[in-house]
Protein backbone atom coordinates (compact mmCIF):
# COMPACT_ATOMS: atom_id res chain seq x y z
CA UNK A 1 0.00 0.00 0.00
CA UNK A 2 0.76 3.30 -0.66
CA UNK A 3 -0.08 7.13 -0.79
CA UNK A 4 0.05 9.09 -3.81
CA UNK A 5 -0.15 13.05 -3.19
CA UNK A 6 -0.89 15.57 -6.01
CA UNK A 7 -3.67 16.93 -8.07
CA UNK A 8 -6.07 14.24 -8.32
CA UNK A 9 -8.61 14.39 -11.48
CA UNK A 10 -10.99 11.92 -10.68
CA UNK A 11 -12.97 11.75 -13.74
CA UNK A 12 -16.08 11.18 -11.19
CA UNK A 13 -19.47 12.59 -12.73
CA UNK A 14 -19.16 15.23 -10.57
CA UNK A 15 -15.69 16.48 -12.23
CA UNK A 16 -14.34 16.89 -8.98
CA UNK A 17 -10.52 18.07 -9.06
CA UNK A 18 -8.71 17.95 -5.62
CA UNK A 19 -5.61 20.42 -5.82
CA UNK A 20 -3.72 19.09 -3.03
CA UNK A 21 -5.45 15.52 -2.86
CA UNK A 22 -3.97 12.13 -1.95
CA UNK A 23 -4.77 9.10 -3.15
CA UNK A 24 -4.49 5.77 -0.81
CA UNK A 25 -3.73 2.42 -2.72
CA UNK A 26 -4.34 -0.66 -0.45
CA UNK A 27 -2.71 -4.04 -1.23
CA UNK A 28 -6.06 -5.52 -2.51
CA UNK A 29 -5.32 -3.33 -6.19
CA UNK A 30 -8.42 -0.92 -4.95
CA UNK A 31 -8.30 2.97 -4.10
CA UNK A 32 -9.33 2.64 -0.05
CA UNK A 33 -9.83 6.49 0.04
CA UNK A 34 -9.29 10.11 -2.05
CA UNK A 35 -8.99 13.02 0.40
CA UNK A 36 -8.52 16.77 -0.70
CA UNK A 37 -5.91 16.87 2.93
CA UNK A 38 -4.36 14.94 5.71
CA UNK A 39 -7.23 12.95 6.45
CA UNK A 40 -5.95 9.51 6.34
CA UNK A 41 -8.25 5.87 6.43
CA UNK A 42 -7.23 3.73 9.22
CA UNK A 43 -4.29 1.07 8.27
CA UNK A 44 -1.48 3.81 6.26
CA UNK A 45 -0.18 5.40 9.00
CA UNK A 46 3.24 3.57 7.60
CA UNK A 47 2.58 3.55 4.30
CA UNK A 48 4.76 5.31 2.07
CA UNK A 49 4.06 8.93 1.14
CA UNK A 50 5.13 9.46 -2.65
CA UNK A 51 5.20 12.73 -3.76
CA UNK A 52 3.45 12.87 -7.52
CA UNK A 53 5.16 15.99 -8.72
CA UNK A 54 2.56 16.14 -11.46
CA UNK A 55 -1.27 15.29 -11.68
CA UNK A 56 -2.83 12.21 -10.65
CA UNK A 57 -5.50 10.60 -13.55
CA UNK A 58 -7.09 7.53 -13.66
CA UNK A 59 -5.42 5.31 -16.22
CA UNK A 60 -5.84 5.61 -19.77
CA UNK A 61 -8.33 3.00 -21.35
CA UNK A 62 -7.85 2.17 -25.06
CA UNK A 63 -11.27 0.46 -26.09
CA UNK A 64 -10.49 -0.94 -29.45
CA UNK A 65 -6.90 -2.32 -30.40
CA UNK A 66 -5.00 -5.57 -32.21
CA UNK A 67 -2.22 -5.49 -30.20
CA UNK A 68 -0.83 -8.38 -32.58
CA UNK A 69 0.13 -6.12 -35.00
CA UNK A 70 1.58 -2.94 -33.31
CA UNK A 71 5.24 -3.76 -33.43
CA UNK A 72 4.66 -2.91 -37.14
CA UNK A 73 4.72 0.73 -39.08
CA UNK A 74 1.92 2.40 -41.20
CA UNK A 75 1.12 0.28 -43.86
CA UNK A 76 -0.23 2.10 -47.57
CA UNK A 77 -1.30 0.23 -50.67
CA UNK A 78 0.75 1.83 -52.93
CA UNK A 79 -1.21 1.01 -55.78
CA UNK A 80 -4.21 2.78 -54.49
CA UNK A 81 -5.44 6.43 -55.19
CA UNK A 82 -8.46 6.86 -53.73
CA UNK A 83 -9.58 6.13 -49.56
CA UNK A 84 -11.27 2.52 -49.25
CA UNK A 85 -15.03 2.22 -48.62
CA UNK A 86 -15.37 -0.96 -46.54
CA UNK A 87 -13.41 -2.71 -44.14
CA UNK A 88 -13.86 -5.60 -46.31
CA UNK A 89 -11.94 -4.06 -48.94
CA UNK A 90 -8.25 -3.66 -47.49
CA UNK A 91 -7.61 -6.94 -46.35
CA UNK A 92 -7.60 -8.40 -50.29
CA UNK A 93 -4.84 -5.37 -51.16
CA UNK A 94 -2.02 -7.00 -52.97
CA UNK A 95 1.10 -5.30 -50.32
CA UNK A 96 -1.00 -6.48 -47.32
CA UNK A 97 -0.48 -9.88 -47.00
CA UNK A 98 3.36 -9.65 -47.20
CA UNK A 99 3.63 -6.51 -45.27
CA UNK A 100 1.08 -7.32 -42.83
CA UNK A 101 -0.20 -10.23 -42.15
CA UNK A 102 2.30 -12.64 -42.47
CA UNK A 103 5.14 -11.00 -40.42
CA UNK A 104 2.76 -10.68 -37.50
CA UNK A 105 1.30 -14.18 -37.51
CA UNK A 106 5.02 -15.34 -37.78
CA UNK A 107 6.04 -12.91 -34.55
CA UNK A 108 3.38 -13.87 -32.92
CA UNK A 109 3.77 -17.92 -33.61
CA UNK A 110 7.69 -17.42 -32.85
CA UNK A 111 7.80 -14.96 -30.40
CA UNK A 112 4.28 -14.54 -28.91
CA UNK A 113 5.25 -13.84 -25.77
CA UNK A 114 7.97 -10.88 -26.65
CA UNK A 115 5.42 -9.64 -28.88
CA UNK A 116 2.96 -9.24 -26.30
CA UNK A 117 5.78 -8.03 -23.87
CA UNK A 118 6.31 -5.37 -26.77
CA UNK A 119 2.82 -4.13 -27.40
CA UNK A 120 1.74 -3.80 -23.77
CA UNK A 121 5.38 -1.92 -23.31
CA UNK A 122 4.13 0.56 -26.15
CA UNK A 123 1.13 1.06 -24.67
CA UNK A 124 2.29 2.10 -20.91
CA UNK A 125 4.35 4.38 -22.03
CA UNK A 126 1.81 6.60 -23.24
CA UNK A 127 -0.44 5.97 -20.10
CA UNK A 128 -2.21 3.18 -21.19
CA UNK A 129 -3.52 1.07 -17.68
CA UNK A 130 -5.84 -1.30 -19.79
CA UNK A 131 -6.47 -2.33 -23.24
CA UNK A 132 -8.40 -3.93 -25.94
CA UNK A 133 -7.59 -5.96 -28.65
CA UNK A 134 -5.25 -9.52 -26.88
CA UNK A 135 -5.06 -12.02 -30.32
CA UNK A 136 -6.67 -14.81 -29.83
CA UNK A 137 -4.29 -18.03 -28.71
CA UNK A 138 -2.31 -17.64 -25.07
CA UNK A 139 -4.19 -15.74 -22.50
CA UNK A 140 -1.75 -12.94 -20.96
CA UNK A 141 -2.34 -13.67 -16.80
CA UNK A 142 -4.55 -10.98 -14.93
CA UNK A 143 -0.98 -9.78 -13.41
CA UNK A 144 0.72 -8.88 -16.75
CA UNK A 145 2.26 -5.30 -17.29
CA UNK A 146 -1.44 -3.74 -18.10
CA UNK A 147 -5.04 -5.13 -18.29
CA UNK A 148 -6.27 -7.36 -21.08
CA UNK A 149 -9.79 -6.30 -21.35
CA UNK A 150 -10.05 -9.20 -23.33
CA UNK A 151 -9.10 -11.59 -21.05
CA UNK A 152 -8.92 -9.91 -17.83
CA UNK A 153 -10.50 -11.86 -15.01
CA UNK A 154 -10.00 -9.67 -12.04
CA UNK A 155 -9.17 -11.86 -9.71
CA UNK A 156 -11.98 -14.53 -10.31
CA UNK A 157 -12.69 -16.86 -12.86
CA UNK A 158 -14.91 -15.38 -15.00
CA UNK A 159 -15.11 -14.49 -19.00
CA UNK A 160 -16.18 -11.36 -18.54
CA UNK A 161 -15.75 -10.22 -22.07
CA UNK A 162 -17.00 -11.49 -26.03
CA UNK A 163 -14.98 -9.81 -28.98
CA UNK A 164 -16.03 -10.00 -32.69
CA UNK A 165 -13.18 -8.81 -34.67
CA UNK A 166 -13.97 -9.51 -38.43
CA UNK A 167 -17.86 -8.81 -38.61
CA UNK A 168 -20.16 -11.84 -37.61
CA UNK A 169 -23.09 -11.55 -41.05
CA UNK A 170 -25.64 -13.51 -39.88
CA UNK A 171 -27.82 -14.66 -36.85
CA UNK A 172 -26.10 -18.02 -36.50
CA UNK A 173 -22.54 -16.34 -36.31
CA UNK A 174 -23.93 -14.25 -33.59
CA UNK A 175 -25.76 -16.64 -31.62
CA UNK A 176 -23.15 -17.20 -29.11
CA UNK A 177 -22.56 -13.32 -28.33
CA UNK A 178 -26.73 -13.11 -28.39
CA UNK A 179 -26.39 -15.88 -24.98
CA UNK A 180 -23.34 -14.24 -23.55
CA UNK A 181 -25.15 -10.74 -23.54
CA UNK A 182 -28.11 -12.30 -21.90
CA UNK A 183 -25.68 -13.91 -19.70
CA UNK A 184 -24.69 -10.23 -18.50
CA UNK A 185 -20.96 -11.03 -20.18
CA UNK A 186 -19.69 -7.95 -22.08
CA UNK A 187 -19.31 -7.93 -26.31
CA UNK A 188 -17.42 -5.82 -28.41
CA UNK A 189 -17.93 -5.93 -31.94
CA UNK A 190 -16.75 -4.44 -35.24
CA UNK A 191 -19.38 -2.87 -36.63
CA UNK A 192 -20.20 -0.36 -39.99
CA UNK A 193 -16.21 -0.04 -40.34
CA UNK A 194 -15.90 2.23 -43.46
CA UNK A 195 -18.15 5.04 -45.66
CA UNK A 196 -20.10 3.00 -47.71
CA UNK A 197 -24.10 2.74 -46.66
CA UNK A 198 -24.57 -0.76 -47.57
CA UNK A 199 -22.48 -1.22 -43.99
CA UNK A 200 -25.13 0.08 -41.58
CA UNK A 201 -26.62 -3.81 -42.28
CA UNK A 202 -24.29 -4.63 -39.80
CA UNK A 203 -25.51 -2.68 -36.95
CA UNK A 204 -28.97 -3.66 -37.94
CA UNK A 205 -28.05 -7.12 -37.94
CA UNK A 206 -26.60 -6.48 -34.24
CA UNK A 207 -30.38 -4.83 -33.29
CA UNK A 208 -32.07 -7.71 -34.98
CA UNK A 209 -30.61 -10.32 -32.56
CA UNK A 210 -31.06 -7.95 -29.59
CA UNK A 211 -27.19 -7.74 -28.29
CA UNK A 212 -27.87 -3.56 -28.68
CA UNK A 213 -27.79 -3.59 -25.07
CA UNK A 214 -26.13 -1.88 -21.78
CA UNK A 215 -23.31 -4.82 -22.53
CA UNK A 216 -22.59 -3.69 -25.65
CA UNK A 217 -19.49 -1.94 -27.25
CA UNK A 218 -19.57 -0.98 -31.09
CA UNK A 219 -16.36 -0.68 -32.29
CA UNK A 220 -16.23 2.09 -35.57
CA UNK A 221 -19.63 3.04 -36.49
CA UNK A 222 -18.31 4.92 -40.00
CA UNK A 223 -21.46 4.38 -41.69
CA UNK A 224 -24.19 4.66 -38.96
CA UNK A 225 -26.89 7.53 -38.97
CA UNK A 226 -28.87 9.41 -36.70
CA UNK A 227 -31.29 6.78 -36.64
CA UNK A 228 -28.38 3.94 -35.44
CA UNK A 229 -26.96 6.38 -33.03
CA UNK A 230 -30.60 7.19 -31.32
CA UNK A 231 -30.89 2.72 -31.04
CA UNK A 232 -27.28 2.83 -29.79
CA UNK A 233 -28.41 5.14 -26.98
CA UNK A 234 -31.63 3.83 -26.74
CA UNK A 235 -29.84 0.81 -25.40
CA UNK A 236 -27.08 2.19 -23.15
CA UNK A 237 -24.81 1.19 -25.70
CA UNK A 238 -20.73 2.50 -26.04
CA UNK A 239 -19.10 3.51 -29.67
CA UNK A 240 -15.38 2.84 -29.49
CA UNK A 241 -13.84 6.00 -32.42
CA UNK A 242 -10.92 5.66 -33.81
CA UNK A 243 -10.35 8.83 -35.89
CA UNK A 244 -6.84 8.46 -37.03
CA UNK A 245 -7.26 4.83 -38.34
CA UNK A 246 -10.80 6.20 -40.06
CA UNK A 247 -8.96 8.75 -41.86
CA UNK A 248 -5.87 7.10 -43.00
CA UNK A 249 -7.98 3.86 -44.62
CA UNK A 250 -11.80 5.73 -45.85
CA UNK A 251 -10.86 9.37 -45.93
CA UNK A 252 -13.71 10.03 -43.07
CA UNK A 253 -14.64 9.46 -39.42
CA UNK A 254 -18.03 8.30 -37.54
CA UNK A 255 -20.50 11.11 -37.39
CA UNK A 256 -19.62 11.52 -33.80
CA UNK A 257 -21.26 15.31 -33.85
CA UNK A 258 -24.40 13.09 -34.11
CA UNK A 259 -24.14 10.39 -31.88
CA UNK A 260 -23.19 13.13 -29.14
CA UNK A 261 -26.16 15.14 -30.30
CA UNK A 262 -28.19 11.97 -29.49
CA UNK A 263 -26.33 10.91 -26.35
CA UNK A 264 -24.18 8.28 -27.18
CA UNK A 265 -21.49 7.20 -24.98
CA UNK A 266 -18.06 7.82 -26.72
CA UNK A 267 -14.58 6.17 -26.74
CA UNK A 268 -11.56 6.31 -27.95
CA UNK A 269 -9.22 3.54 -29.00
CA UNK A 270 -5.87 3.90 -30.85
CA UNK A 271 -6.67 0.39 -33.14
CA UNK A 272 -3.61 -1.30 -34.72
CA UNK A 273 -0.10 -0.42 -36.19
CA UNK A 274 -0.19 -0.21 -39.29
CA UNK A 275 -3.21 2.27 -39.42
CA UNK A 276 -2.95 3.94 -36.11
CA UNK A 277 -1.18 5.87 -33.32
CA UNK A 278 1.43 4.69 -30.88
CA UNK A 279 -1.30 4.85 -27.91
CA UNK A 280 -4.39 6.31 -26.81
CA UNK A 281 -2.25 8.98 -25.66
CA UNK A 282 -2.10 9.93 -29.11
CA UNK A 283 -5.71 9.31 -30.23
CA UNK A 284 -6.43 12.12 -27.75
CA UNK A 285 -4.31 14.61 -30.05
CA UNK A 286 -6.28 13.17 -32.87
CA UNK A 287 -9.86 13.63 -31.11
CA UNK A 288 -8.40 17.50 -30.37
CA UNK A 289 -6.94 17.95 -34.13
CA UNK A 290 -10.96 16.81 -35.05
CA UNK A 291 -12.73 18.93 -32.43
CA UNK A 292 -10.66 22.09 -33.70
CA UNK A 293 -11.16 21.53 -37.60
CA UNK A 294 -15.18 22.15 -37.10
CA UNK A 295 -16.95 25.38 -37.76
CA UNK A 296 -17.87 25.01 -33.79
CA UNK A 297 -15.97 22.85 -31.63
CA UNK A 298 -18.09 19.70 -30.74
CA UNK A 299 -16.25 18.59 -27.18
CA UNK A 300 -14.65 20.31 -24.11
CA UNK A 301 -11.51 19.59 -23.62
CA UNK A 302 -12.94 17.34 -19.86
CA UNK A 303 -14.96 15.31 -22.70
CA UNK A 304 -12.14 14.10 -24.74
CA UNK A 305 -10.27 12.92 -21.71
CA UNK A 306 -13.08 11.43 -20.49
CA UNK A 307 -13.18 9.22 -23.66
CA UNK A 308 -10.05 7.46 -22.51
CA UNK A 309 -11.10 7.01 -19.13
CA UNK A 310 -14.49 7.42 -16.95
CA UNK A 311 -16.33 6.72 -20.64
CA UNK A 312 -14.99 3.37 -21.39
CA UNK A 313 -14.92 3.10 -17.55
CA UNK A 314 -18.39 3.18 -17.72
CA UNK A 315 -19.07 1.10 -20.76
CA UNK A 316 -17.03 -1.75 -18.76
CA UNK A 317 -18.60 -0.80 -15.31
CA UNK A 318 -21.69 -3.33 -15.86
CA UNK A 319 -19.56 -6.00 -16.86
CA UNK A 320 -16.68 -5.70 -14.47
CA UNK A 321 -17.06 -6.02 -10.44
CA UNK A 322 -15.03 -2.81 -9.63
CA UNK A 323 -15.38 0.85 -11.12
CA UNK A 324 -12.47 1.60 -13.00
CA UNK A 325 -11.71 5.02 -15.14
CA UNK A 326 -12.27 7.03 -12.33
CA UNK A 327 -10.34 7.54 -8.91
CA UNK A 328 -13.23 6.98 -6.01
CA UNK A 329 -13.24 4.53 -2.89
CA UNK A 330 -13.58 1.02 -4.53
CA UNK A 331 -12.32 1.56 -7.93
CA UNK A 332 -9.46 -0.16 -9.62
CA UNK A 333 -6.32 1.43 -8.28
CA UNK A 334 -5.37 2.27 -12.13
CA UNK A 335 -3.87 5.34 -12.16
CA UNK A 336 -1.06 7.68 -14.08
CA UNK A 337 1.12 10.56 -13.16
CA UNK A 338 1.19 13.50 -16.01
CA UNK A 339 3.56 16.21 -15.82
CA UNK A 340 2.10 19.54 -15.47
CA UNK A 341 2.37 21.20 -18.56
CA UNK A 342 -0.90 23.16 -18.63
CA UNK A 343 -2.51 24.84 -16.25
CA UNK A 344 -6.11 23.30 -16.92
CA UNK A 345 -5.78 19.82 -15.93
CA UNK A 346 -8.15 18.71 -18.98
CA UNK A 347 -6.06 20.32 -21.59
CA UNK A 348 -2.91 19.24 -19.81
CA UNK A 349 -3.25 15.48 -20.69
CA UNK A 350 -4.48 16.09 -24.56
CA UNK A 351 -0.70 18.24 -25.00
CA UNK A 352 1.01 15.42 -23.07
CA UNK A 353 3.75 13.08 -24.53
CA UNK A 354 5.64 9.68 -23.66
CA UNK A 355 8.03 12.01 -22.10
CA UNK A 356 5.37 13.72 -19.51
CA UNK A 357 4.22 10.41 -18.07
CA UNK A 358 5.80 10.01 -14.79
CA UNK A 359 4.61 7.01 -13.10
CA UNK A 360 1.89 4.19 -14.17
CA UNK A 361 -0.12 1.98 -11.62
CA UNK A 362 -1.97 -1.05 -12.10
CA UNK A 363 -3.92 -2.73 -9.86
CA UNK A 364 -2.43 -0.60 -7.27
CA UNK A 365 0.99 -1.77 -8.72
CA UNK A 366 3.98 0.37 -9.86
CA UNK A 367 4.57 -1.23 -13.23
CA UNK A 368 6.14 1.97 -15.49
CA UNK A 369 7.81 5.32 -14.25
CA UNK A 370 10.33 7.92 -13.56
CA UNK A 371 13.59 6.07 -11.58
CA UNK A 372 13.13 7.85 -8.81
CA UNK A 373 9.37 7.39 -8.70
CA UNK A 374 10.25 3.25 -9.27
CA UNK A 375 12.84 2.95 -6.92
CA UNK A 376 10.84 3.77 -3.96
CA UNK A 377 7.35 1.55 -5.23
CA UNK A 378 9.04 -1.20 -7.38
CA UNK A 379 12.81 -1.75 -6.09
CA UNK A 380 12.87 -4.89 -8.89
CA UNK A 381 11.88 -2.90 -11.88
CA UNK A 382 14.62 -2.80 -14.80
CA UNK A 383 15.99 -0.20 -16.90
CA UNK A 384 14.20 0.80 -20.09
CA UNK A 385 15.07 3.75 -22.52
CA UNK A 386 12.25 5.24 -24.15
CA UNK A 387 13.49 7.14 -26.92
CA UNK A 388 16.17 9.84 -25.39
CA UNK A 389 13.84 8.96 -21.71
CA UNK A 390 15.22 7.06 -18.65
CA UNK A 391 12.40 5.13 -17.31
CA UNK A 392 11.83 1.66 -15.31
CA UNK A 393 9.92 -0.34 -15.64
CA UNK A 394 8.37 -3.90 -13.64
CA UNK A 395 7.59 -6.78 -16.07
CA UNK A 396 6.89 -8.95 -13.00
CA UNK A 397 9.85 -11.15 -13.84
CA UNK A 398 13.52 -10.00 -12.56
CA UNK A 399 14.47 -12.20 -15.86
CA UNK A 400 12.69 -10.13 -18.16
CA UNK A 401 14.13 -6.90 -19.28
CA UNK A 402 12.95 -4.46 -22.31
CA UNK A 403 16.21 -5.74 -23.81
CA UNK A 404 15.72 -8.76 -23.68
CA UNK A 405 12.14 -8.38 -25.46
CA UNK A 406 13.74 -6.57 -28.14
CA UNK A 407 16.36 -9.40 -29.03
CA UNK A 408 14.16 -12.19 -28.75
CA UNK A 409 11.74 -10.11 -31.68
CA UNK A 410 15.06 -9.55 -32.96
CA UNK A 411 15.94 -12.77 -33.59
CA UNK A 412 12.85 -13.67 -35.38
CA UNK A 413 13.71 -10.36 -37.91
CA UNK A 414 17.09 -12.07 -38.50
CA UNK A 415 16.68 -15.61 -39.16
CA UNK A 416 12.82 -16.08 -40.27
CA UNK A 417 14.23 -19.36 -41.59
CA UNK A 418 14.46 -20.52 -37.56
CA UNK A 419 11.32 -18.68 -36.61
CA UNK A 420 9.20 -20.86 -38.83
CA UNK A 421 10.60 -23.99 -37.39
CA UNK A 422 9.74 -23.03 -34.11
CA UNK A 423 6.64 -21.26 -34.75
CA UNK A 424 5.51 -25.14 -35.94
CA UNK A 425 6.74 -26.48 -32.92
CA UNK A 426 4.97 -24.10 -30.64
CA UNK A 427 1.87 -24.35 -32.62
CA UNK A 428 2.41 -28.09 -32.29
CA UNK A 429 2.68 -27.98 -28.80
CA UNK A 430 -0.59 -25.81 -28.66
CA UNK A 431 -2.47 -28.18 -30.47
CA UNK A 432 -1.45 -31.56 -28.08
CA UNK A 433 -1.71 -29.88 -25.39
CA UNK A 434 -5.16 -26.88 -25.88
CA UNK A 435 -2.76 -24.27 -23.66
CA UNK A 436 0.59 -22.82 -24.02
CA UNK A 437 3.01 -22.20 -21.86
CA UNK A 438 5.84 -19.59 -22.08
CA UNK A 439 7.73 -22.12 -24.29
CA UNK A 440 4.58 -21.90 -26.39
CA UNK A 441 2.92 -18.55 -25.68
CA UNK A 442 1.16 -18.66 -29.37
CA UNK A 443 -0.94 -15.37 -30.42
CA UNK A 444 -2.95 -16.10 -33.69
CA UNK A 445 -3.99 -13.50 -36.13
CA UNK A 446 -7.85 -11.94 -34.82
CA UNK A 447 -7.78 -9.76 -38.32
CA UNK A 448 -7.63 -10.76 -42.19
CA UNK A 449 -5.67 -13.52 -42.89
CA UNK A 450 -6.06 -14.50 -46.69
CA UNK A 451 -3.16 -16.57 -46.67
CA UNK A 452 -4.65 -18.86 -43.99
CA UNK A 453 -5.97 -22.52 -45.27
CA UNK A 454 -9.44 -21.87 -43.04
CA UNK A 455 -10.92 -25.42 -44.45
CA UNK A 456 -7.05 -26.73 -43.40
CA UNK A 457 -7.68 -24.79 -39.83
CA UNK A 458 -10.52 -26.15 -39.34
CA UNK A 459 -9.43 -29.54 -39.88
CA UNK A 460 -6.23 -29.77 -38.35
CA UNK A 461 -6.42 -26.60 -35.81
CA UNK A 462 -3.66 -24.13 -35.19
CA UNK A 463 -0.67 -26.50 -36.62
CA UNK A 464 -2.68 -25.85 -40.18
CA UNK A 465 -1.44 -22.17 -39.19
CA UNK A 466 2.07 -22.33 -38.81
CA UNK A 467 3.77 -19.44 -41.01
CA UNK A 468 6.19 -19.33 -43.82
CA UNK A 469 9.28 -17.48 -43.87
CA UNK A 470 8.65 -13.76 -44.54
CA UNK A 471 10.53 -10.78 -44.11
CA UNK A 472 9.51 -8.88 -41.19
CA UNK A 473 10.67 -5.32 -40.26
CA UNK A 474 12.34 -3.96 -37.20
CA UNK A 475 10.01 -3.24 -34.48
CA UNK A 476 8.63 0.29 -34.40
CA UNK A 477 9.99 2.81 -31.69
CA UNK A 478 7.62 3.01 -28.76
CA UNK A 479 7.48 7.08 -29.11
CA UNK A 480 6.05 9.40 -31.68
CA UNK A 481 8.94 10.66 -33.53
CA UNK A 482 10.05 12.27 -37.09
CA UNK A 483 10.01 9.00 -39.39
CA UNK A 484 6.46 8.35 -38.09
CA UNK A 485 5.42 12.52 -38.89
CA UNK A 486 6.70 11.63 -42.30
CA UNK A 487 5.02 8.78 -42.97
CA UNK A 488 1.25 10.64 -41.95
CA UNK A 489 2.41 13.30 -44.26
CA UNK A 490 2.57 11.32 -47.13
CA UNK A 491 -1.07 9.62 -47.02
CA UNK A 492 -3.23 12.22 -48.39
CA UNK A 493 -6.33 10.48 -47.66
CA UNK A 494 -6.63 12.69 -44.49
CA UNK A 495 -6.31 15.63 -46.56
CA UNK A 496 -3.83 16.83 -44.09
CA UNK A 497 -5.65 16.50 -40.94
CA UNK A 498 -3.45 13.82 -39.23
CA UNK A 499 -0.61 16.42 -40.58
CA UNK A 500 -0.79 18.25 -37.30
CA UNK A 501 -0.20 15.47 -34.95
CA UNK A 502 3.81 17.03 -34.99
CA UNK A 503 2.67 20.23 -33.29
CA UNK A 504 2.10 17.96 -30.26
CA UNK A 505 5.45 17.01 -30.08
Not at 104 to 113: D, H, I, S, T, V
Request: with cysteine; hydrophobic share 40%; glycine share 10%.
Amino acid sequence: MFVLRGTVVTLRPDGEVLSRGAVYVGDDGLIAAVTPGDDEPPGFENAPRIAAGGVIYPGLIDLHNHLMYNSLPLWTEPARKVPWTSHNQWGGAPTYSDTISKPARLLGAAAGRALLRYVETRAIVGGTTSIQGNPRGAVPPDDDLIRNVDSEKLGTREDFIRVSTLVADSTEALASYVTAVQQGRGFIAHTAEGTDPKLRKEFQLLDDVGVVKRQLVAIHGGALTAEDFANLQGGGSSLVWSPFSNYWLYGATADVTTAKAKGVRLCIGSDWGPSGTRNVLWELKVADLWNQAQPQQVFTDEELVRMATSNPGEALSGVWPHPVGRIEKGALADLIVVGRGQDDVHRNLIAATEADIRLVVVGGRARYGLRALMSTLAPAATRISVGRLSRAIDYGDPTVTWKSVVADLEKVRKNPERAAERAVDALTALAADGVAGEDSFVLLPDMPAPEVDVDARRRNGPVAEAPAPVKVPPPEPLTTGPSWFDAVDANPFHQGLLSGLRDYA
